[in-house]
């Protein structure tokens, strides 16, 4: 017992220094880029203003109100100075004149004022409009990109990738707007402006208030150059995070029954703290420069007035010049700082503009060709020519498969698992195209159709059913939105749904959950088949489509099947071999080559494999202990 504890101690002290030291490395730092070069940088932000310039002339207006404020801004001082070394001090004006004067001269000062809140509002308004159409455009363009993907990208993205581009991103890359673009320009415009001014009314105080920017400027430039790499990391981390969340939640039936809470509560604190610890040296460092205007802001003060003195106490300056100086000093502080601020957040967004630039340039699924011609109407005939396809080079999983199958035939695809029933179907839909070799319909190649127009004609049926959260309707009427209820109704019945719908609690409106787990397996086979039926397809693909079924559910569905496919192409999946007895065509798959074709009668007749396959599954029904599963 001892000796447990002390391992589970050194486990302990081990984690808690692999934490310290930047923690176990995730998938994503692995595989991490390399530091951007200029250039790259530099086509980034090509990139982004290119996304910009839609937006231009909302950019100019912006930019319009925040001359004419950042103008107005540099009247209060003159005001103040004028006071102070014109109205109080003189004697040529009477004593009851010149509390008139200063009230007049204050009203006016009050009234920029005014204008200059009413400038920024409404600056700050458009500015506000402005982010909402770039977040929608970039947000609605990120998302049509990746729901185009290729479904192998998409398995690498994993979905708390995916949302965490829609959500997170997308939202520093909007800041950007304001962050990169807005506030540099506007605080460049008032740090002229200032600037112009100082050297105006007095150049030594000038360049004495100047001389102090250029280091806190610096210190800012070297935690930017640092601070990077952290943000970056960080949200690496936290897509990591998020995809891990989300995978763990989705299969928490599998993480309970397999008793993984412990871990997964481990690997959540492990990686979670990295990411504390990193977030907290990157606010240390933001700490330490704070600390510098802080010091900064009151000896730059101190320094005007000190040697304002000295110029007054010379006979060359006046105490109006130390007061306006003073103003404008901390009118010159602030647009720095904010451009430093934003050239920070810029930091810190640009891994984010890294990644969705970057997802908007992958390569969408299936790009149609220039040339690309709609699919046929109606396909009278689907022709194999020599198909091979592999997902990794060197690998094949089909081989050299050559079918012809007529039109309103059903196709029946048996074999052992792996033998490349599902990936043969896959290239049938198009999620995938054959390595060499073509499939083609009405003697066109399938790459050379559009892809909408022939998935217009496709439907399947999968043998793990994936409802979404809303109603029993919208989910049947999902693959055919302008169903009459009458249609809805029909598919329904021939699913043999309609009895078990009008059965729960609001009927066709009754809302399912999230993938439909308000519902039993049966249940969700059953309107997953009514959505293919409503959808009318020309091509109809079942994956073992009564899998889920009951005894008595599957004989009614199976009913309904042999009338829907007379009427179409059908593939099946079949892993209960007695349920394709009735199929035209019945093709053998073994380790990705064709091994038999034919009839099940035809087939029967022979010493072949598939006549093997169905005599140890009638044995193993009959109840034998030879129980073998296919597919």
């Known amino acids: 017992m001892i000796d447990s504890s002390k391992q589970r101690y050194r486990a302990f002290r081990s984690a808690q ?21 200029r250039d790259e940088r530099k086509g980034y932000m090509r990139s982004y203003r290119a996304f910009l310039w839609p937006f231009k002339g909302t950019f100019m207006v912006v930019f319009f109100l925040a001359l004419l404020s950042a103008g107005l801004s540099m009247a209060p001082p003159l005001a103040t100075r004028h006071i102070i070394d014109q109205i109080l001090p003189t004697n040529d004006l009477p004593t009851a004149e010149k509390w008139p004067a200063v009230v007049w001269l204050c009203g006016g000062v009050l009234a920029i004022l005014i204008l200059m809140q009413v400038l920024d509002t409404t600056r700050n308004y458009a500015m506000a409009v402005l982010n909402a159409k770039v977040i929608f455009r970039l947000r609605q363009q990120l998302f049509d990109r990746i729901l185009h993907l290729p479904l192998g990208k998409l398995a690498e993205l994993k979905s708390g990738g995916i949302v965490s581009r829609l959500s997170q991103d997308t939202d520093k890359v909007t ?5 990169a673009v807005v506030t540099p320009t506007v605080a460049g415009i008032r740090v002229v402006l200032t600037i112009g001014v100082l050297v105006f009314l007095s150049w030594p105080l000038a360049m004495l208030a100047s001389l102090m920017i250029p280091p806190i400027v610096a210190v800012n430039m070297i935690w930017i150059r640092k601070v990077r790499p952290i943000y970056r990391a960080m949200a690496e981390a936290r897509s990591d995070v998020d995809a891990r969340v989300t995978e763990t939640f989705g299969g928490i039936r599998v993480v309970r029954t397999f008793r993984r809470e412990r871990k997964e509560r481990r690997e959540y604190a492990v990686t979670h703290h990295t990411i504390i610890r990193k977030n907290l040296l990157a606010e240390r460092l933001r700490l330490v420069v704070s600390a510098g205007w802080g010091l900064l802001i009151p000896a730059i003060s101190l320094t005007i007035v000190g040697f304002g003195s000295y110029l007054v106490i010379q006979g060359r300056g006046t105490v109006g010049d130390i007061i306006a100086f003073q103003m404008y000093a901390f009118m010159l502080l602030q647009p720095v700082s904010q451009i430093v601020h934003a ?4 930091q810190q967004a640009l891994a984010a503009t890294e990644r969705v630039f970057d997802a908007l340039d992958w390569s969408v699924e299936k790009p149609d060709k220039p040339d690309a011609q709609d699919a046929p109407t109606p396909i009278s005939d689907i022709q194999f020519d020599n198909i091979c396809f592999e997902y990794r080079e060197g690998y094949p999983v089909l081989r050299n498969i050559t079918l012809s199958v007529p039109a309103g035939s059903t196709v029946a695809l048996v074999g052992p698992s792996g033998g490349g029933k599902t990936t ?3 290239l049938v839909a198009r999620f995938h195209d054959p390595t060499i070799g073509a499939i083609r319909a009405n003697g066109v190649d399938l790459r050379d159709m559009k892809l909408e127009t022939y998935r217009q004609k496709l439907a399947t049926v999968p043998q793990e059913v994936f409802l979404f959260d809303g109603s029993v309707r919208d989910n049947i009427t999902y693959g055919r939105r302008r169903a009459t209820d009458a249609q809805m109704l029909d598919a329904a019945h021939r699913a043999n749904a309609h009895e078990f719908i009008k059965a729960l609690p609001e009927g066709y409106d009754t809302l399912i959950g999230e993938r439909g787990l308000k519902l039993s397996g049966g249940q969700r086979q059953r309107i997953s088949i009514a959505r293919a039926i409503l959808a009318n397809p020309e091509i109809l693909i079942l994956d ?19 009338d829907l496919l007379s009427h179409r192409t059908t593939f099946v999946i079949a892993h209960r071999l007695g349920t394709i007895t009735h199929a035209d065509i019945i093709v053998v798959l073994d380790a990705g080559r064709i091994v038999q074709v034919g009839s099940h009668a035809k087939l ?14 009638q044995r193993s029904f009959a109840g034998e202990s030879e129980n073998v599963e296919w597919g």
Do not use: C, F, W
């Not at 050239?343 to 810029?346: G, N, W």
């Not at 029967?604 to 599954?617: A, P």
């Open 343 to 346: 050239m920070s957040a810029t």
């Open 175 to 179: 800041g950007m707007v304001q962050m």
């Open 17 to 37: 220094r692999k934490i310290k030291h930047g923690g176990p490395r995730s998938e994503s730092e692995e595989r991490k880029k390399p530091k951007l070069s």
């Open 544 to 562: 073992e489509a009564t899998s889920n079924l009951d005894t008595e559910s599957e004989q009614l569905i199976q009913a309904s099947l042999e």
């Open 424 to 426: 043969l179907t896959d």
């Open 604 to 617: 029967m007749t022979e010493d072949n494999m598939y006549r093997h396959m169905v005599e140890r599954q």
